[in-house]
């Protein structure tokens, strides 16, 4: 599980992966938001295929949470490609305040990741904000 708090408006977001043990269907990313008074679902962040979305054939595990700048939750994830399960890849999403929508300039939300992803980092910073580095060589 990963957990990041929204110091503004002092949410708490909770994500997990959830392990289907019928495997007709894949494992995907659960989310929660605590209000202060009751853990509320995103979308449909805690059923059917939760953050990963309907259309998902493939596992997704080890799900990183944060927040970003505008405040909304944001979910880093890795999923088994779609043509090879043996590779992995990192997936990149956020909450736009009706649906769970991919952060990247193709729509896809795929990072674009060497082979064999293991577990992402929404790389929070003092504040628990979403910040991206780049490593230069």
């Not at 998902?56 to 090879?84: E, N």
């Not at 674009?112 to 060589?137: E, I």
Request: aromatic share 12%.
């Amino acid at each position: 599980p990963t957990v990041a708090v929204n110091h503004n408006s002092g949410n708490v977001y909770a994500a997990w992966r959830y392990r289907n043990y019928d495997e007709e269907y894949p494992d995907c990313v659960y989310m929660l938001a605590w209000n202060g008074t009751n853990w509320l679902e995103l979308g449909e962040s805690y059923h059917n295929e939760g953050v990963c979305g309907e259309a998902t054939t493939r596992d997704a595990f080890s799900p990183s949470i944060g927040v970003a700048w505008a405040g909304q939750p944001i979910i880093a994830y890795v999923q088994s490609k779609l043509t090879d399960r043996l590779y992995k890849e990192v997936l990149v999403k956020k909450w736009d305040g009706t649906d769970w929508t991919p952060v990247s300039a193709d729509g896809t939300g795929i990072v674009k990741a060497k082979s064999y992803a293991k577990g992402p980092s929404t790389g929070h910073g003092a504040r628990n904000r979403w910040r991206h580095r780049r490593h230069h060589r």
